[in-house]
């Protein structure tokens, strides 16, 4: 298992179902993201943890909850979302401490679509 | 605000040399960045500029210009596989990434 991996690969969702999106990273990285990215728009950093704590929460609506259990796994879980929910989510993890330089690794994402 | 500017399409033939553009106006600068991204795939690191100059790397090359807020990506010898999105992305003094919107970039035979 290489990289940075990511599961489902597609979803399709209702607005009142809950789903989870699961995100692994075989870097030994210690900093995990999730980003959202709509066609032609820049990509959204939504949450940031370093080291398992959370530093970083954009403003980001609480119908999107993440979850850092160890600094291998990332999880995004959804509920009660709203068709402008549809995008690509990509997971992205870096080693979390030459900050200028710090290279996000990205996964190949989740394309979810909220019917 | 911070932003950052590349053009939304490009198109350049097999074989040729094309030069996509970055401009960014940030608060701070802490690098810059070029990732690739092909349809449906995750974006894929590329260069990290922090200095003013070229960095060369095969087929591809990157320029940073600190001063005037702006960078490039080189692609020579172009081919089919380059057909994709480029996303520049610059690091600012809080060592947050701002991303551009992408290129996306067209190779015709």
């Known amino acids: 298992e290489t990289g940075v991996t990511q599961t489902p690969r597609h979803l399709v969702m209702g607005m009142t179902n809950k789903k989870s999106l699961k995100c692994e990273q075989h870097?030994?990285?210690?900093?995990m993201y999730w980003y959202k990215q709509s066609a032609k728009k820049p990509l959204e950093l939504m949450f940031v943890?370093?080291?398992?704590?959370?530093?970083e929460n954009n403003s980001v609506p609480s119908r999107f909850s993440p979850e850092c259990p160890n600094s291998s796994h990332l999880f995004l879980h959804l509920h009660t979302l709203q068709p402008e929910d549809s995008a690509l989510y990509l997971c992205?993890?870096?080693?979390?401490?030459?900050?200028?330089?710090?290279?996000?690794?990205f996964g190949p994402g989740t394309r979810l679509t909220v019917l | 605000g911070q932003n950052i500017d590349q053009p939304t399409e490009m198109t350049a033939t097999e074989g040729a040399i094309v030069q996509i553009n970055c401009t960014y106006q940030?608060?701070?600068?802490?690098?810059l960045f070029w990732y690739q991204q092909h349809a449906g795939e995750a974006p894929t690191f590329l260069s990290y500029?922090?200095l003013d100059g070229l960095e060369e790397k095969g087929r591809f090359s990157s320029f940073l210009s600190r001063s005037k807020g702006y960078s490039y990506l080189l692609l020579k010898e172009l081919q089919m596989k380059d057909s994709a999105s480029y996303l520049c992305?610059?690091?600012?003094?809080?060592?947050?990434?701002?991303w551009g919107a992408g290129t996306k970039l067209i190779i015709k035979p």
């Open positions: 992205a993890s870096s080693q979390g401490w030459d900050r200028g330089a710090d290279t996000q690794y």
């Open positions: 870097l030994g990285h210690n900093a």
């Open positions: 943890y370093n080291f398992k704590e959370q530093t």
């Open positions: 940030t608060s701070g600068f802490n690098g």
């Open positions: 500029n922090v």
């Open positions: 992305a610059v690091t600012d003094s809080n060592y947050q990434l701002i």
